[in-house]
């Protein structure tokens, strides 16, 4: 099967055996875990003294994990695309810096999300994982050192009227949109008015 070439080509025969470029004696590619000796490491991909780690949790110390999986994955984000466009749109902070979503999040790093309504997270990564868990799993995998969030408002919302009082006259009408106006607006003049 294998092929010499005149003049020093690169598919000339190894002392193996094989040829330099098949990888074995027997002709087939070489595995993804071969080394240049010719031995099969532990396959897809993984280095030979690396043991395979556990489904689904991902790696335990060294490894790395996309930004927006893991912010996904430990729920900070309700879908991995959101935890994608909030990194892309500047939300997302890894040790201070901005990162586009397939950057690598490590144990230790410091990871700052911005989420809707103002509100910012700031995690320091505990563990590492790939696939999405339950609330009380995702919480053992970061240590929150996020701002409490600020009180809700204990203001009855403006403009809910009692069940069954009819249609709002002009002068309840005027009433609510005063109520639910921010401080400090005052109503234009309407279009039709007549200035006298």
């Known amino acids: 099967m294998a ?16 040829t330099a470029t098949d990888g074995g004696p027997d002709g087939r590619a070489p595995e993804s875990g071969a080394t240049p000796g010719g031995a099969v490491g532990g396959g897809n991909g993984a280095a030979a003294t690396e043991a395979p780690a556990p489904a689904g949790t991902g790696s335990g110390g060294g490894g790395t994990v996309r930004v927006d999986s893991w912010i996904w994955s430990v729920r900070l984000t309700k879908t991995r695309s959101a935890g994608a466009a909030a990194c892309k749109g500047g939300h997302v902070r890894v040790n201070g810096e901005r990162v586009k979503p397939a950057y690598g999040v490590h144990v230790g790093d410091e990871v700052r999300l911005r989420q809707a309504g103002g509100r910012e997270r700031i995690v320091i990564v505990k563990r590492l994982i790939r696939k999405r868990v339950g609330a009380p799993v995702a919480v053992e995998c970061y240590v929150d050192n996020s701002p409490p969030p600020p009180p809700r408002e204990a203001v009855a919302p403006a403009g809910i009227r009692d069940r069954g009082t009819g249609r709002p006259t002009k002068r309840d009408r005027r ?22």
């Open 175 to 196: 009433e609510m949109e005063r109520l639910r106006a921010p401080e400090g607006w005052t109503r234009p003049p309407s279009e039709g008015a007549r200035e006298v």
């Open 3 to 18: 092929s010499e070439t005149s003049g020093g080509g690169t598919t000339g025969r190894a002392a193996d055996g094989g």
